[in-house]
C-alpha cells in the first residue's frame, strides 16, 4: 500500500478582544460622555468616563491609570477597588471621591469631543481595557 503524506497540524489562533476575556480582573469601559452639555470648561464633572467590574469579586485598582491619546493619566490611589458588578466613574473636574465616584479634579478637558480612546492600564502598565469613539475608532 501507498502511504500518503500528511500535513502538519496547523496552529490555530483565536483572537479575543479585552472586553470578552472571561477574567474577572479584566474592567470594562461601558460608558464616556465626551461632551458633557454646555461649555466644555465648566462642565468637567459631566465629562466622564465609566468602568464596569463584571467579575463576581472586587477588582483592586491601586495604582491603575485611564489614559487618552495624548498622554493625559488619571491614577487611582492605592487602596481603590471595584466592587463585583459595579461601577466606578471617572469624573475630568473637581469634586471628592467615592467607592463609586473618582474625580480627576483638572481644570481643563481630557475627552476630546470628535474623538479618543480610553486605555486603562494596570499597576503593571498592562493594557486590560480600551475603547475608543468617534474619530479615535
Do not use: K, M
Amino acid at each position: 500500500t501507498e502511504r500518503t503524506p500528511t500535513a502538519p497540524p496547523t496552529r490555530q489562533t483565536t483572537r479575543v478582544s479585552l472586553d470578552e476575556r472571561p477574567e474577572s480582573s479584566v474592567p470594562r469601559v461601558v460608558e464616556i460622555d465626551a461632551d458633557a452639555p454646555g461649555a466644555d470648561r465648566t462642565n468637567l464633572t459631566r465629562e466622564r468616563v465609566v468602568l464596569r467590574n463584571p467579575g463576581s469579586r472586587p477588582l483592586e485598582l491601586g495604582n491603575w491609570t485611564v489614559a487618552d491619546a495624548d498622554g493625559h493619566r488619571y491614577r487611582f490611589p492605592p487602596a481603590a477597588t471595584l466592587p463585583a458588578n459595579t461601577t466606578v466613574t471617572l469624573h475630568t473636574g473637581v469634586g471628592r471621591d467615592t467607592t463609586r465616584h473618582r474625580y480627576w479634579n483638572r481644570s481643563t478637558p481630557v475627552w476630546n469631543n470628535a474623538g479618543d480612546v480610553v486605555v486603562v492600564r494596570d499597576a503593571d502598565g498592562r493594557e486590560r481595557a480600551r475603547r475608543a469613539y468617534g474619530a479615535g475608532e
